[in-house]
């Protein structure tokens, strides 16, 4: 067997409507980190896709008038564009339909039912159809679902149950003994209290729901969607046969689905016995205009729109540069506007197209062939450091210490004045530009993960010495 890949998943998605901004956040951030892991030589395997049963689907499918298996098919290319258009270099993409990965959800199921985990019973409760969960009274709004703002229904079914309560303390000390690390800390102790105030059994069947997995044994309830996609990050072994991804090492996905991936899923793994994720981490929500953006309420961003005004480069930074990972924070298309010029064209775009175009019209001599930095440069942001900040999932803080970097190198160039030195002080001259060029190149190889397509245009400009605006300006 060769050596351990490192694994990166986000959820999969539903595939009741197109892809939306909060989606692409998620998938981003997982692309930036992969290809950071593959710069330090890892070999990764990143993971993304949708989910494509449950109610939800099933609802928006009939209502486009076509079967759920069909409608799906009619948006999968829309997630592979989208990803597509903004960058995204994953593995594999992920289909709940796969008919591989339908059969290991069977069998799970069976092996659990075998191992005593599973027990059928009576329940009535509120249920959720856009959040394809059982609500509880205290979760409501209003008579409302949080998330949603729509009322959920009174739903009594007889299910299965898998026995989520006897994990309790299984769960307490995998998270204690940090086997199992759920980030951010505060999510971690939002976790450990909600295990820790009582885990109640959880329904893992739907006896309306027909757009489903049929269940093992009982052919009149379908497997819990939920149930389902989790397993999809397990069946991908075998579905795009690869044999040295487990487990995995970092799953992303933001809060709104923690409880699932931060109790469900490693009570699910424990009972059968299969090694716990490394590494979960529930970023924050984007909300637009202040509220939650959401298909079910319909204010959502498109992300192939934005790419379109502003290419995917300025896209994926404006998202991981607007606020902490981790935390919540408002976006719109002023916001990422903001960024494009005043970050992004009039800081770096600008240092390097003045430096270059200074460099030529002096004609001084840059030595290109430095491989290693300068003290004075690389302690701006020595790679160890830069290192700590993308593992511990601080996108903002980087971007905006690449930011100051580009900021102090044009400070460079204004204190120094090398049109002046270019009358009296070629020495000098010579030695600020290197300088600043230094900067430049430190600039590229830091922004690589996050701007893939602009980190290549710069290094070509770098070597070509042929300057060209990286950030044009954007037709309003
Ligand atoms: O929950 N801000 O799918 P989903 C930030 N199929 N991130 C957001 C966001 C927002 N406003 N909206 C969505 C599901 N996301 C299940 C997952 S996994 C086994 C099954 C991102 O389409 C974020 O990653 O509702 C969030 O967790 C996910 O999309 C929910 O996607």
Same mark, same amino acid.
């Given at each position: 067997?060769?050596?351990?890949?490192?694994?990166?998943?986000?959820?999969?998605?539903?595939?009741?409507?197109?892809?939306?901004?909060?989606?692409?956040?998620?998938?981003?951030?997982?692309?930036?980190?992969?290809?950071?892991?593959?710069?330090?030589?890892?070999?990764?395997?990143?993971?993304?896709?949708?989910?494509?049963?449950?109610?939800?689907?099933?609802?928006?499918?009939?209502?486009?008038?076509?079967?759920?298996?069909?409608?799906?098919?009619?948006?999968?290319?829309?997630?592979?564009?989208?990803?597509?258009?903004?960058?995204?270099?994953?593995?594999?993409?992920?289909?709940?339909?796969?008919?591989?990965?339908?059969?290991?959800?069977?069998?799970?199921?069976?092996?659990?039912?075998?191992?005593?985990?599973?027990?059928?019973?009576?329940?009535?409760?509120?249920?959720?159809?856009?959040?394809?969960?059982?609500?509880?009274?205290?979760? *409501?709004?209003?008579?409302?679902?949080?998330?949603?703002?729509?009322?959920?229904?009174?739903? !009594?079914?007889?299910?299965?149950?898998?026995?989520?309560?006897? &994990?309790?303390?299984?769960?307490?000390?995998?998270?204690?003994?940090?086997?199992?690390?759920?980030?951010?800390? !505060?999510?971690?102790?939002?976790?450990?209290?909600?295990?820790?105030?009582?885990?109640?059994?959880?329904?893992?069947?739907?006896?309306?729901?027909?757009?489903?997995?049929?269940?093992?044994?009982?052919?009149?309830?379908?497997?819990?969607?939920?149930?389902?996609? *989790?397993?999809?990050?397990? !069946?991908?072994?075998?579905?795009?046969?690869?044999?040295?991804?487990?487990?995995?090492?970092?799953? *992303?996905?933001?809060?709104?689905?923690?409880?699932?991936?931060?109790?469900?899923?490693?009570?699910?793994?424990?009972? *059968?016995?299969?090694?716990?994720?490394?590494?979960? &981490?529930?970023?924050?929500?984007?909300?637009?205009?202040?509220?939650?953006? !959401?298909?079910?309420?319909?204010?959502?961003? %498109?992300?192939?729109?934005?790419?379109?005004?502003?290419?995917?480069?300025?896209?994926?930074?404006?998202?991981?540069?607007?606020?902490?990972?981790?935390?919540?924070?408002?976006?719109?298309?002023?916001?990422?506007?903001?960024?494009?010029?005043?970050? #992004?064209?009039?800081?770096?775009?600008?240092?390097?197209?003045?430096?270059?175009?200074?460099?030529?019209?002096?004609?001084?001599?840059? %030595?290109?062939?430095?491989?290693?930095?300068? %003290?004075?440069?690389?302690?701006?942001?020595?790679?160890?450091?830069?290192?700590?900040?993308?593992?511990?999932?601080?996108?903002?803080?980087?971007?905006?210490?690449?930011?100051?970097?580009?900021?102090?190198?044009?400070?460079?160039?204004?204190?120094?004045?090398?049109?002046?030195?270019?009358?009296?002080?070629?020495?000098?001259?010579?030695?600020? #530009?290197?300088?600043?060029?230094?900067?430049?190149?430190?600039?590229?190889?830091?922004?690589?993960?996050?701007?893939?397509?602009?980190?290549?245009?710069?290094?070509?400009?770098?070597?070509?010495?042929?300057?060209?605006?990286?950030?044009?300006?954007?037709?309003?």
């Amino acid at each position: 067997m060769s050596q351990k890949k490192l694994y990166i998943t986000t959820p999969i998605y539903y595939i009741n409507d197109v892809p939306h901004i909060g989606h692409a956040y998620t998938t981003v951030a997982a692309d930036v980190l992969s290809r950071y892991y593959k710069s330090q030589g890892e070999d990764v395997f990143f993971l993304t896709g949708v989910d494509e049963h449950g109610s939800k689907i099933a609802e928006a499918a009939k209502k486009a008038g076509k079967k759920p298996k069909e409608f799906a098919d009619s948006l999968v290319p829309r997630f592979q564009q989208a990803w597509k258009n903004l960058n995204i270099d994953y593995s594999e993409f992920f289909r709940t339909t796969n008919p591989e990965h339908e059969k290991i959800v069977k069998d799970t199921i069976s092996k659990l039912k075998d191992l005593g985990f599973i027990e059928k019973r009576k329940y009535t409760g509120l249920y959720c159809i856009a959040c394809e969960k059982f609500l509880l009274p205290d979760e *409501l709004v209003d008579g409302c679902c949080p998330d949603h703002g729509t009322k959920p229904t009174e739903h !009594s079914e007889e299910n299965y149950f898998f026995l989520l309560s006897k &994990f309790s303390d299984k769960l307490l000390s995998a998270i204690e003994a940090g086997n199992y690390q759920i980030l951010p800390e !505060s999510r971690k102790n939002e976790v450990v209290g909600k295990i820790k105030a009582g885990l109640d059994d959880v329904s893992i069947s739907r006896q309306k729901v027909e757009w489903g997995i049929p269940f093992p044994g009982d052919e009149t309830q379908t497997i819990y969607v939920w149930i389902d996609a *989790l397993i999809n990050y397990w !069946s991908a072994q075998e579905v795009f046969n690869q044999d040295n991804i487990w487990p995995p090492d970092i799953q *992303l996905m933001a809060k709104d689905i923690l409880w699932f991936h931060a109790i469900i899923w490693p009570a699910l793994l424990m009972a *059968l016995s299969l090694p716990l994720p490394k590494k979960i &981490f529930a970023h924050g929500f984007f909300t637009f205009g202040g509220q939650k953006m !959401s298909k079910t309420r319909g204010n959502v961003l %498109d992300p192939n729109v934005l790419v379109e005004k502003f290419g995917a480069d300025a896209v994926r930074y404006s998202l991981l540069r607007e606020f902490p990972f981790g935390e919540d924070g408002d976006i719109s298309e002023e916001k990422i506007a903001g960024r494009y010029q005043n970050e #992004l064209a009039n800081n770096i775009g600008n240092l390097l197209n003045r430096t270059i175009s200074m460099i030529n019209k002096y004609q001084v001599k840059i %030595d290109q062939s430095r491989k290693e930095y300068s %003290d004075e440069t690389i302690s701006r942001y020595p790679i160890a450091e830069f290192s700590k900040d993308i593992e511990n999932f601080q996108f903002d803080k980087i971007l905006q210490k690449i930011l100051f970097i580009a900021e102090f190198a044009n400070r460079i160039i204004e204190e120094n004045k090398p049109w002046e030195l270019a009358k009296n002080n070629k020495e000098k001259l010579e030695e600020v #530009l290197q300088s600043v060029y230094e900067f430049l190149k430190l600039i590229n190889e830091r922004i690589s993960p996050f701007m893939p397509v602009t980190a290549k245009k710069m290094k070509k400009q770098l070597e070509t010495l042929e300057p060209e605006p990286l950030f044009p300006r954007i037709e309003k």
